[in-house]
């Protein structure tokens, strides 16, 4: 069976996924705007206070998009019972008979079945980047140390290691996004969806291996520009926002 196609369940989950990490993006930086690091030659991640905020911050973002997820979850489900079990099968095929080009593009069962995979996706992501970025900030800290402790091991060695490193600690959960756009297209037979996911994973590896740290000036502060982190935070932001708006305007009851 299908629901009726001006509801878009699975693409408002994902816009508002997509607009909460925005907001937590923009809290985030202005909290590293605002607070004072421990020491300039450091990255953030090693400031415990910006360190604290930032696992807070993962934490309510967890707890958020499960309830977000749920309630959408719960909403479907509520459309699902309207038909008794046995009756469904019989509906979808009489609503296809009926409504032609003008049904919804996946039956309730297929959108039930992306709603939680996004949901895994989002809140395991998001656990996983929070084990990641513990593990990477030890690591990180150990350079730091060996650095100070009179090592050979100089800044601007330090800087390219900090580099070329960053990227494990993304790769994971955005690896998943992309997992699931392309999974989303294998669903919709959308080469579209399944070309943009490959071509942002390709953009990651390259910049993983080939593009060095640059540094701007934001209000007085110098901050290194890493760009597997730029993309990653473009990807899980305004790109499922574009996401969430491209599902809802090519595809009916999504």
Known sequence: ??????????????MKTAALKIAAALFEGIVRL???????????MIDTVLWRFQLMISATQIILIFILFFHSWKKLARYINLIPEDDRKALGNLQEEFFGENISSLSVSQVNSLLELWAVIFTGGELLYCFTSMMYRKFTALMMLALFNGSTLSGNIFVMLYNMSHGFKYIEILSSILLGVFITGIFLKDRMLKLSSLSILFLFLLSFGLFEMQTVNIMGRDIGLVWTSVIYHFSETLGLLLLSLYLSKHYKGL
Do not use: F
Request: aromatic share 4%; charged share 20%; hydrophobic share 45%.
């Open 1 to 14: 069976m299908y629901i009726n196609s001006r509801i878009h369940i699975l693409s408002g989950a994902i």
């Open 34 to 44: 605002i607070i004072k690091k421990e020491t300039i030659l450091s990255p953030d």
